[in-house]
Nanobody, 123 residues
Framework: QVRLVESGGGLVQPGGSLRLSCAAS????????MAWFRQAPGKDHEFVAT????????SYADSVKGRFTISRDNAKGTVVLQMNSLKPEDTAVYYC????????????????WGQGTQVTVSS
């Protein structure tokens, strides 16, 4: 059974940092691109970051470039999103997603999703 479980969300002040983790099980992570998306209230899923199945290639939304870093450890079955210099507009539910082969920035291209973790940036 495929499972993606996110953790690490919470409340943080503007300018602070959070580290989100995604634990993957039930499939071979070596053959899957991974991504993080987010969804704010009343909005569609928004692409945040993605990483190739080997971890050599990454892509970021312009809104998070230079502040967020995506990484993966296939041996441990984990994907991490390090978020620095957080802004109130980063507030959303963050989702981990997986798709076979090459990465993509469209949420509709991803086969597996986690349940999400809430990130709130507020003073």
């Amino acid at each position: 059974q495929v499972r993606l479980v996110e953790s690490g969300g919470g409340l943080v002040q503007p300018g602070g940092s959070l580290r989100l983790s995604c634990a993957a099980s039930g499939f071979n992570l070596d053959y899957y691109a991974m991504a993080w998306f987010r969804q704010a209230p009343g909005k569609d899923h928004e692409f945040v970051a993605t990483i190739s199945y080997g971890g050599r290639s990454t892509s970021y939304a312009d809104s998070v470039k230079g502040r967020f870093t995506i990484s993966r450890d296939n041996a441990k079955g984990t994907v991490v999103l390090q978020m620095n210099s957080l802004k109130p507009e980063d507030t959303a539910v963050y989702y981990c997603a997986a798709r076979p082969d090459f990465y993509n920035t469209s949420p509709g291209r991803y086969d597996y999703w986690g349940q999400g973790t809430q990130v709130t940036v507020s003073s």
